[in-house]
């Protein structure tokens, strides 16, 4: 983390493992990969699915997740 961060530490694990269980269980085909965070963000993910799939559907139930989550 840099800077000061928005919640402890052990919160943000403990919401990032939840958030990539919540959008595996939606999206089981997806892969979920670490991204460098930007600006005032405490996390960055892509999350990569197969060709052909419906990156909207896809987007929508990723924040099905982080609504879920917060």
Do not use: K, N, W
């Not at 960055?44 to 099905?64: F, N």
């Amino acid at each position: 983390m840099r800077g000061t961060p928005h919640r402890d530490d052990q919160r943000l694990a403990f919401a990032v493992t939840r958030f990539i269980e919540d959008v595996h269980r939606r999206v089981p085909q997806a892969r979920i990969e670490p991204l460098t965070p930007y600006e005032d963000e405490d996390f960055t993910l892509a999350v990569i699915v197969p060709v052909g799939t419906d990156e909207e559907v896809v987007l929508d139930q990723c924040l099905a997740a982080s609504t879920a989550d917060e």
